[in-house]
DNA sequence: CTCTTGTCGAACACCGGTGTACGAGTTAGT
DNA sequence: ACTAACTCGTACACCGGTGTTCGACAAGAG
């Protein structure tokens, strides 16, 4: 066995751990690979095996422990790589202006990533610690409080509930809308209206009364 | 092997198949034994093992297997035991005058049995397909919309978007919910409140605007 | 009291997934 | 072109859960 355990880094800037012996443009294409293929075939079932995993990547079931000692970091790195590339997607959104409008936009640009990956999540709490997954969550997360605050502060927001409440509501109705959609009730392309025109009213300001 | 796999039905009268031998005494407190211990393993790890099962059932692991064919059988009568003991429990809310305090009400009580069992779901999930699933839940689930169309009649709640939205929407904010106090955000007494604030303005019609 | 029904534990075969070891073959850096 | 890095398949040990069988024993129904 020649391949050393490190972790890879996804796309952008590869930190390589001190005395790194440079890794081979060979290795980093099927790191690739297997990277890929895992969140494609978690995303179509949580417990998906090695094997699979595998399989999809063109790969040897022995190449996969060559760069990830254990099911687990696998799944775990494969996660990190679709949190961070959905991240990055997130960084062309708009989130000026006002805020309702702003989160109509972030809600709609959000949908799909959580939509594709829902069960590479579900997948992820299968073996890692919540602690973890909360971790890896926390950057996106960040951008949503960051814009519910201002909208709060604005006067656009209800005051009322804390924002992690509305943060959690928002993502948990995105939830529902993929569990609607596999459910058959509802249709992909109506999702993302449902969501802003079910999130707003619930994030609004009592409206005197 | 002497028990004959026949399927126990709740509480409220046990519906038999055409000539059955009668079931000894003995035999329904195991299986009761059996149900309550799956409701509450099941509950606290959606993969608990039947062995563990059986144990906190205070019976053999064999006996299991005497009165249930196969492990997903067993999680089949579990949920629908849970299911069907809060169907009965729901029946004691006053539904009747204001739809939106009906609401609040059935929410209030909606809220613990979801909380309870929604770990019991998860592995329900696992095993029975989703159809099985969605005729298990066809019961409560049609009370809600109920109220909920009732609810649109009397221009209480909003009309531009399906029923099964609505009520879809009202089912994942309570698992969000659920999901908040695990993470530590949220006491289990605020839940309700915050659920029904929540929920209510998101229910309502779009006022002016 | 007796006989049927149920319960129990131990033991077993089976299955599928995980992680490791080996050895031969291939690829890419220099 | 040479060497180290990498890949592949097969094979293996291991583990834990499932479902079955057996034989002895307890308990309820008549």
Chains 1, 2 share one sequence.
Do not use: C
């Amino acid at each position: 066995m020649a391949t050393t355990h490190e972790k890879p880094r996804s796309s952008t800037a590869s930190t390589r751990s001190p005395a790194a012996p440079a890794r081979r443009a060979d290795a980093q294409r099927s790191i690739a690979a297997i990277l890929d293929a895992a969140i494609e075939s978690l995303s179509r079932n949580p417990d998906a095996s090695v094997s699979e995993i595998a399989k999809t990547a063109g790969v040897g079931r022995v190449t996969v422990y060559g760069h990830f000692p254990n099911r687990a970091d696998l799944v775990e790195a494969a996660l990190t790589q679709a949190i961070d590339d959905g991240h990055a997607a997130l960084d062309a959104v708009d989130l000026t202006g006002d805020p309702r409008e702003a989160l109509a936009r972030l809600i709609d640009s959000s949908w799909q990533l959580v939509n594709q990956s829902r069960s590479l999540l579900i997948a992820a709490q299968d073996v890692l610690p919540p602690s973890k997954i909360r971790d890896l969550h926390a950057g996106p997360v960040k951008r949503v409080e960051r814009l519910v605050e201002r909208g709060r502060t604005e006067g656009a927001f209800r005051t009322d509930l804390p924002t992690s409440w509305l943060v959690s509501v928002m993502h948990s109705v995105m939830h529902s809308a993929a569990d609607e959609i596999t459910a058959g009730r509802l249709t992909p392309d109506k999702a993302a209206d449902y969501i802003t025109a079910t999130v707003l009213p619930a994030f609004s300001p009592s409206e005197k009364r």
